[in-house]
């Protein structure tokens, strides 16, 4: 099976504009989580999808969205950028993220943002 | 609210020495745990993960991390440490809340294996 794939992998933007970065889940699962990390934060959680649904939702400003489209394909969207937004965005997927046992999130390598 | 600390952001070795990377978590219920390593300008591979049975769990690359439930730890381990395992390693805890999965990241720590 092919991995978790992001595009773009790199990216240049300047403050104030919006961006959208996008990641295909391996095929068959559904759940897909996005991360940000800097180096002065590390990994944090922004959001979940599953089944076209936010499960889930870290403590980021709304500018900060997402979307997950009926094939589990995911887009993350950040609006009126800062340059504090510089960072590694990260996507994960899992089969369903649900149920008792818990299940390996496998990773995207990511996309990486510069805000000038 | 679970937590995962790793309390050292750095840990260097000298090549062919075992090496630890330190975990620690606090959870509600049963922890399910995760190891991960991030080469640079790369997204988190999985190593190995903890959900129940034999408290020492081996992995890829010869990795394993033993389970401590008593001292809620889940360090990593290799017996023998080589130049390609510099990287930034992650430990998780995955628990079950309100019916979805939710993981929290520890902060890693950096190994650098010195030839």
């Known amino acids: 099976k092919a991995g978790v794939t992001q595009t773009p992998r790199y990216l240049i933007k300047t403050r104030g504009q919006q961006v959208t970065l996008s990641c295909s889940p391996i095929?068959?699962?559904?759940?897909v989580s996005w991360y940000q990390q800097t180096p002065g934060q590390g990994l944090q959680f922004l959001f979940e999808?599953?089944?076209?649904?936010?499960?889930n939702k870290g403590n980021f400003p709304g500018r900060f969205s997402g979307r997950q489209f009926s094939n589990s394909r995911s887009e993350m969207n950040v609006s009126t950028l800062e340059l504090g937004d510089s960072a590694l965005y990260l996507c994960?997927?899992?089969?369903?993220?649900?149920?008792?046992?818990?299940?390996?999130?496998?990773f995207g390598p990511g996309t990486r943002l510069l805000v000038l | 609210a679970q937590s995962v600390a790793q309390p050292e952001d750095q840990v260097n070795v000298a090549e062919g020495n075992p090496l630890t990377v330190k975990c620690t978590y606090s959870?509600?219920?049963?922890?399910?745990l995760f190891w991960y390593v991030q080469y640079p300008n790369r997204g988190l591979q999985f190593l190995l993960k903890?959900?129940?049975?034999?408290?020492l769990v081996k992995g890829s690359y010869g990795f394993e991390a033993e389970f401590n439930k008593s001292q809620t730890s889940f360090h990593l381990k290799k017996p023998s440490a080589l130049v390609s395992d510099s990287a930034l390693y992650f430990c998780?805890?995955?628990?079950?809340?309100?019916?979805?999965?939710?993981?929290?990241f520890g902060t890693g720590t950096k190994l650098q294996v010195i030839p």
């Open positions: 994960a997927s899992s089969p369903t993220g649900t149920g008792a046992v818990p299940e390996t999130q496998y």
């Open positions: 095929s068959g699962h559904r759940s």
């Open positions: 999808y599953f089944s076209e649904t936010q499960r």
């Open positions: 959870v509600s219920g049963n922890p399910y």
């Open positions: 903890y959900i129940t049975g034999d408290n």
């Open positions: 998780a805890v995955r628990v079950l809340i309100g019916g979805y999965q939710k993981v929290t």
